[in-house]
């Protein structure tokens, strides 16, 4: 075999060369298109600040909890329910609180864990000026045994028949189809921090915590047009923070919190 000139060994040094960058981009492009099981950032919109997360529950399980099984004690806030989470080899990636509640510091409405429902669904119809809650429609945010989830008003959810693996109950419905809620005023100066969620695909998850106080109509004016959903749902105002791992607390500030009767959780094993 004769030797290679040292023309031809060049161009093969450079074709090698070409076929390493274009391994490398391809490696790069694919990495690119891939989507975090859990990504929060914050986003201004019209003016407000807000933290935003999205979940997928293809790769997170997104769980709720309201009573330590260990003693059967509320948690009452997330970093009681972080503790306990490490004390049994888990990381608490994301954290927030599930709902209204009652005087007693039980859900106000549906409440189901891990399959067993602890709180009934309430159709009552109280006057809006009672609270949030009975501002009609009201809704319902559940995980099925499928793993997808969905946001319904509250007798949708009802009508619909599904049990659920994991659900709460609250309200008001901030979009219904696409629709802000016709109950809230464009320049309402009821200003509180809200936190809410939606299901924006069967398995993709995005809440949403504000950064200071903001209205029902710009609220759901955030979920319906800068995020897409076509169904959201109020979590809760005054007292609501989320917990993001590596972040710290994001929402209202700490010193407005009070116990939270239902924790939503995402955990990772140590």
């Not at 000139?5 to 274009?22: D, E, F, G, V």
């Not at 608490?92 to 429902?117: C, H, R």
């Not at 946001?151 to 949708?156: E, F, G, I, K």
Request: proline share 5%; aromatic share 12%; net charge neutral.
């Amino acid at each position: 075999m004769r030797p290679f000139s040292p023309l031809q060994r060049l161009c093969r040094r450079r074709i090698s060369r070409l076929l390493a960058l274009i391994g490398a981009c391809y490696a790069l492009t694919a990495c690119s298109y891939q989507v975090d099981p859990m990504e929060s950032r914050g986003l201004s919109y019209q003016g407000q600040d807000y933290t935003v997360v999205k979940l997928d529950l293809h790769r997170e399980a997104l769980t709720l909890h309201w009573h330590n099984p260990d003693d059967g004690q509320p948690f009452g806030d997330i970093q009681t329910l972080r503790e306990w989470g490490a004390a049994n080899g888990k990381r608490l990636m994301f954290a927030a609180n599930a709902g209204i509640y009652d005087q007693s510091y039980s859900p106000l409405g549906l409440y189901v864990e891990n399959g067993k429902t602890l709180v009934p669904l309430n159709l009552f119809h109280g006057k809006a000026s009672a609270g949030n809650f009975s501002i009609q429609p009201n809704g319902v945010f559940a995980i099925y045994p499928d793993g997808h989830a969905a946001v319904r008003t509250s007798l949708d959810f009802k009508a619909d028949g599904k049990a659920a693996d994991w659900a709460t109950q609250s309200g008001p419905m901030l979009v219904i189809d696409g629709q802000i809620n016709n109950q809230f005023i464009d320049d309402s100066s009821s200003l509180k921090w809200r936190s809410g969620v939606c299901a924006h695909s069967p398995y993709q998850v995005i809440f949403v915590v504000s950064a200071s106080p903001v209205n029902f109509h710009a609220f759901a004016q955030l979920f319906r047009d800068k995020l897409g959903c076509r169904d959201a749902l109020y979590l809760d105002g005054s007292i609501s923070q989320f917990y993001i791992d590596g972040t710290g607390y994001a929402g209202a500030p700490t010193f407005m919190v009070k116990p939270y009767a239902g924790i939503f959780a995402v955990f990772a094993n140590q």
